[in-house]
């Protein structure tokens, strides 16, 4: 049982929502969220949402760059 089944909380300061995912902490810091310092980042609905939109042109890019090779 993970710390997400259990109920943990969202890492983003100032957020008290449940999370939903986890996600590395330099690949949420690159993004720009202001995040509390832990090796592993937990994000709610709407911040994961925020994440996503953030690094979707990031991903698309390291995407490409695997497929030209």
């Known amino acids: 049982m ?4 259990k109920g943990t909380s969202c890492s983003v300061i100032t957020c008290d929502e449940v999370a ?3 996600i ?3 690949r949420v ?3 720009g969220l202001d995040v509390a310092e832990q090796r592993r ?3 709610c609905r709407r911040h ?3 994440y996503k ?3 979707r042109t990031d991903s698309r890019l390291e995407r490409w ?3 030209a090779r």
Not at 2 to 5: E, N
């Open 53 to 55: 939109k953030k690094s």
């Open 48 to 50: 994961y949402r925020e």
């Open 41 to 43: 980042v937990y994000l």
């Open 65 to 67: 760059r695997w497929d």
């Open 29 to 31: 810091e690159a993004v």
């Open 20 to 22: 939903v995912r986890s």
């Open 24 to 26: 590395s902490t330099a």
């Open 2 to 5: 993970g710390r997400i089944a």
